[in-house]
């Protein structure tokens, strides 16, 4: 095969990866139809697609340039507080706009640590992610005339979205600004990983000493990706305080980075649609299990993870994989 017929073969499988597939609108036509058949429901499910816009932004690491991390809160958490102390102290009410400075916010301060903690792997790496988050949420609780220490900060007022639609009480608003959000955000990773950079992270993720050897520049690649899933994180915490219309310091927590690791883990890894699957199960079998036990309901949680981390290949996602293989090869 001639090197121009390679280079054409190439670049159709990027368009056939580019397109979206009928299984992709699925997700987003549950959440259209809970919007109208679960409306009483609309407060945890505007709670899931913000958390599922958080462990979109931990796959990109995680799943597709191997970066384990868990201190990815610190991203969240400063985008949640650059919205909340914006919005109260600066005057900048407007949604959209804050989430854009939310999210360029902890961009570069991914760049910034990521400059210092990719140089590094293994545990190191780990711990290092770990120390950021933590001297953040320090950070936070001693800056209490700022952020409201463990308080929280409270006392922000938000402009209706597209100067139109105020947030009501009955979270319909919250509901569909959250889903617009995610889908923007969805749809951005998904054009990133399908795109030429996001095939070389699966090669970085893969081999790192192969893509040296063909001259890639690993550390770069690793660095954008790392500060474009901290800017994702950034915005997804900024939902979250426009939103509730609250910041507390949970959102800078190991907790807080744990349970969103868990959540993607749940779904499954490096293949973007876990988040959708993942988060939705950790936290509806949490909203369920703690009201049936409010004391021992982690210990269902972890239960579940162990169960699926053992026999289900690939988290839950791997199960649906499964049963399409079996549906395929009946006759």
């Known amino acids: ?148 220490g463990a308080d929280g900060l409270q006392g922000i007022v938000i402009d209706p979205v597209l100067g139109m639609f105020r947030f009501d009480l009955w979270g319909r608003t919250t509901y569909l600004y959250s889903l617009a959000v995610v889908f923007v955000g969805w749809y951005f990773a998904r054009s990133l990983v399908h795109s030429p950079f996001g095939r070389s992270l699966v090669g970085v993720r893969e081999n790192a000493v192969r893509m040296h050897a063909i001259g890639a520049p690993v550390f770069i690649r690793m660095l954008i990706v790392y500060a474009i899933s901290a800017a994702v994180a950034g915005v997804a915490g900024a939902l979250l305080t426009q939103t509730t219309q609250f910041a507390a310091l949970k959102v800078l927590s190991f907790e807080q980075s744990g349970e969103i690791l868990v959540m993607l883990i749940l779904g499954g890894v490096g293949r973007l649609y876990g988040a959708f699957i993942g988060v939705p199960a950790y936290m509806i079998a949490q909203d369920t299990m703690a009201k049936t036990d409010p004391y021992n309901w982690f210990f269902g949680i972890g239960l579940m993870l162990v169960l699926v981390v053992l026999f289900v290949r690939g988290g839950l996602l791997g199960i649906v994989d499964t049963l399409i293989a079996r549906l395929r090869r009946k006759p």
């Not at 140089?119 to 952020?147: C, D, P, Q, V």
């Open 1 to 148: 095969m001639s090197d121009l017929a390679k280079s054409e073969s190439a670049v159709d499988r990027l368009l056939r990866a580019h397109r979206i597939r009928p299984a992709e609108w699925l997700p987003w036509i549950a959440a259209i139809g809970i919007y109208f058949l679960f409306d009483g429901y609309l407060a945890l499910g505007s709670q899931i697609l913000i958390m599922v816009l958080f462990a979109l932004s931990l796959d990109l690491v995680v799943g597709y340039a191997g970066i384990v991390t868990l201190g990815h809160a610190a991203f969240f958490g400063i985008g949640a507080y650059t919205a909340g102390i914006l919005a109260k102290f600066g005057g900048w009410t407007e949604p959209i706009t804050g989430l854009i400075v939310a999210g360029a916010v902890a961009g570069v301060l991914g760049l910034v640590s990521g400059f210092i903690v990719l140089r590094t792997t293994g545990l190191t790496l780990l711990m290092l992610t770990m120390a950021t988050g933590a001297m953040l949420f320090e950070l936070a609780n001693k800056a209490g005339a700022i952020t409201g």
